[in-house]
């Protein structure tokens, strides 16, 4: 089974940033499938789900968690002043 990861989203001026990072979320080869941003009341935070293609413990799902925190969500939200964290059950070294 597959463990979700979470991505939190801390959002500085609204939600516009939601819709391009989750389709760069979607765009990894190893992502199974991204849900629809969900964000909380007073709109300055949102958190996204994401399921990879391999379980916690394997080896692409670690680097997965790297390849998203380094490359794929700085890319994302450059310039939009809006942050995102990765979080979920995966097996570290």
Do not use: F, K, W
Not at 22 to 32: G, I, S
């Amino acid at each position: 089974m597959n463990g979700p990861l979470v991505v939190a989203v801390s959002l500085r001026d609204g939600d516009a940033p939601l819709a391009g990072l989750a389709q760069h979320l979607r765009a990894d080869r190893e992502v199974a499938s991204v849900a629809d941003p969900v964000v909380n009341d007073a709109g300055d935070a949102a958190v996204i789900t994401v399921t990879p293609r391999h379980g916690p413990q394997d080896a692409r799902t670690r680097d997965l968690v790297a390849r998203l925190r380094a490359d794929t969500i700085p890319a994302a939200l450059d310039g939009s002043g809006a942050a995102a964290y990765v979080g979920g059950r995966t097996r570290t070294r």
